[in-house]
């Protein structure tokens, strides 16, 4: 049975910053592309960024790019989601996922494996 359990969250001021991470278990991610998402209240989910298991090529929605940095340790199946300069703006309740297709990757539906999510509030 695969899992992805995120843990990290909490609360941090304006401006501080946030390491989320992503343990899988349950099977190898070979041939993945693993994914953060996002959802605050009132709102659709959002993707932030992928990452491909294997060669570790990245991508990064505008929105986030240049703040947040996505990064994978297959050794210990964990994925990260490093934020800085985090906003208030940027409370949600955030996701990891995995996709089978990297085609699939840039959509919410394209993924197969979802974690429970990990809340982020970021006071002003």
């Known amino acids: 049975q695969v899992q992805l359990v995120e843990s990290g969250g909490g609360l941090v001021q304006a401006g501080g910053s946030l390491r989320l991470s992503c343990a899988g278990s349950?099977?190898?991610?070979?041939?993945?592309?693993m994914g953060w998402f996002r959802q605050a209240p009132g709102k659709e989910r959002d993707l932030l960024a992928t990452?491909?298991?294997?060669?570790?090529?990245?991508y990064y929605a505008d929105s986030v790019k240049g703040r947040f940095t996505i990064s994978r340790d297959r050794a210990k199946i964990t994925v990260y989601l490093q934020m800085n300069s985090l906003k208030p703006e940027d409370t949600a309740v955030y996701y990891c996922?995995?996709?089978?297709?990297?085609?699939?990757?840039?959509?919410?539906?394209?993924?197969?494996?979802w974690g429970q999510g990990t809340q982020v509030t970021v006071s002003s």
């Open positions: 990452i491909t298991w294997s060669a570790g090529t990245t």
């Open positions: 996922a995995a996709a089978r297709s990297y085609r699939g990757s840039f959509a919410e539906g394209g993924y197969d494996y």
């Open positions: 349950g099977r190898t991610f070979g041939g993945y592309t």
